[in-house]
């Protein structure tokens, strides 16, 4: 009991954090706020992931519900990987332009020193 209530608390503060979160990004918000009801639902009814798990194959709820976490947990760390190197590239970008903006004449390489 006393590990459904925190676990519930928790998921509240995800679906909290989801419905901030929907205004800026609805997609974001909506996927969190269907991942933290399924959490509550399976946090108060274990035996209905336990046979969830059976019906798809799998031994046990807990077992189930590591290997979606597992796998969602893959899925935003490639996300994030991917929308990391697009601004690293944007920043490189950024920084060319600013350096062909501000070169001077004689600045180029093999010039003489000013």
């Known amino acids: ?28 918000g909506l ?3 269907l991942a933290a009801f399924a959490g509550l639902y399976f946090v108060w009814f274990p035996t209905h992931a336990t046979a969830l798990a059976a019906w798809i194959g799998i031994g046990r709820g807990v077992d189930l519900i ?21 601004q690293m590239e944007t920043i490189t970008k950024l920084a060319r332009a600013v350096a062909i903006a501000n070169a001077k004449p004689g600045d180029e390489a093999g010039g003489r020193p000013s």
């Open 66 to 86: 590591l290997y979606t976490w597992v796998g969602i947990s893959l899925i935003l760390l490639l996300n994030l990987h991917l929308k990391l190197r697009a």
């Open 31 to 33: 996927l969190a706020m």
């Open 1 to 28: 009991m006393i590990a459904q209530a925190l676990l519930s608390i928790l998921l509240a503060g995800v679906l909290l954090y989801a419905w901030t979160a929907y205004r800026l990004s609805p997609a974001v």
